[in-house]
């Protein structure tokens, strides 16, 4: 179906026939409407809100301005926003089950995508593990694949559950609709899996018996790349976790200095370890959470020595 085309208080909208009234009505007032709804993620290039507008909620996922070049890239190749609808609409048109974009807001300073939340859905990885969930994930994935659906990364976190077991794509972001996977690609993809702590190893065979066709052996293969990764993952970590980054923030008191995973459990609920080498026992305890340690969320070192202490997450039964 052809999508709307029409311009409102300055901003630019393409959306579905049933979205226009919307846009004349909750949404004319884009600044308004922003203002009062609910936000729920907060990144450096993006934004997550929830407004409730009568019978339906909506998601919008907001892209604030950016700088020169990016703004130049913009011009040549589109917004990230409007790469997000015209994704969505081609992931449907392959015929992959997918959360719909309903509109797509462009203006000189940014654009934002506006998505209705499916009530009583909740992502695959919530519903996690279930072994018949993972056969039938296995399936989906490969549905994914065939139709040369690309997204960076795919995972359980990405593809939402209705109550009834159907299965549908979200997040269009890092989303390429237009290129054919290589069998490598796949099984990187897949083996990305292995370190879900709702999918591991044994999951993984799981999904394989969905995933894989009639005479594939697929598992020794994506085992190896799992491994590959692993070792990646562990280098990277080791070295993000003393830098700040997405992961990662910079905190300072005035007798100290340390880093906390941004969106972590709150400090003043956690529990918190003395030691004498304050930034080595972080980065240990980061390594040893891979393996499924408890997950420290903070390190605070004395500015005039290595001694402070690393902060976890509290043990299940409030230990």
């Known amino acids: 179906m052809k999508d709307e085309q029409l311009t409102s208080?300055?901003?630019?909208?393409?959306?579905?026939?049933?979205?226009?009234?919307?846009?004349?009505?909750?949404?004319?007032?884009?600044?308004?409407?922003?203002?009062?709804?609910?936000?729920?993620?907060?990144?450096?290039?993006?934004?997550?809100?929830?407004?409730?507008?009568?019978?339906?909620?909506?998601?919008?996922?907001?892209?604030?301005?950016?700088?020169?070049?990016?703004?130049?890239?913009?011009?040549?190749?589109?917004?990230?926003?409007?790469?997000?609808y015209e994704a969505a609409g081609e992931v449907a048109r392959r015929g992959v089950p997918c959360v719909p974009i309903d509109a797509v807001a462009e203006w000189k300073a940014g654009g934002a995508v506006f998505i209705r939340k499916l009530e009583g859905w909740r992502t695959v990885n919530e519903a996690l593990p279930d072994d018949r969930l993972l056969v039938h994930y296995g399936e989906f994935c490969r549905a994914v694949h065939d139709a040369n659906v690309w997204q960076d990364d795919f995972n359980p976190t990405n593809v939402l559950l209705s109550p009834t077991g159907e299965m549908r794509l979200i997040d269009y972001e890092r989303l390429d609709p237009r290129r054919a996977i290589p069998e490598r690609e796949r099984?990187?993809?897949?083996?990305?899996?292995?370190?879900?702590?709702?999918?591991?190893?044994?999951?993984?065979?799981?999904?394989?018996?969905?995933?894989?066709?009639?005479?594939?052996?697929?598992?020794?293969?994506?085992?190896?790349?799992?491994?590959?990764?692993?070792?990646?993952?562990?280098?990277?970590?080791?070295?993000?976790?003393?830098?700040?980054?997405?992961?990662?923030?910079k905190i300072e008191t005035p007798d100290h200095v340390g880093f906390c995973r941004r969106g972590a459990w709150p400090l003043e609920e956690a529990r918190r370890k003395p030691v004498d080498d304050a930034y080595a026992a972080w980065r240990e305890a980061n390594l040893q959470a891979l393996d499924g340690a408890p997950r420290p969320v903070a390190v605070l070192r004395e500015r005039k020595g290595k001694r402070g202490w690393v902060a976890f997450e509290p043990l299940p039964g409030g230990g």
């Open 187 to 249: 099984l990187r993809l897949l083996a990305k899996l292995v370190r879900m702590p709702t999918v591991g190893r044994a999951g993984l065979d799981r999904v394989l018996e969905g995933y894989m066709r009639t005479g594939e052996d697929l598992r020794d293969r994506i085992l190896a790349l799992a491994e590959r990764q692993a070792r990646i993952d562990r280098a990277k970590l080791a070295k993000n976790c003393l830098l700040e980054n997405r992961t990662f923030a």
């Open 9 to 84: 208080n300055g901003v630019r909208w393409r959306c579905v026939k049933s979205f226009v009234p919307r846009i004349r009505g909750t949404f004319a007032d884009l600044e308004a409407a922003l203002s009062r709804a609910t936000p729920l993620r907060e990144h450096r290039v993006k934004r997550k809100y929830e407004v409730v507008d009568g019978d339906a909620t909506w998601f919008i996922k907001l892209y604030p301005k950016q700088g020169g070049l990016a703004r130049l890239k913009s011009l040549v190749q589109g917004t990230r926003a409007r790469h997000e």
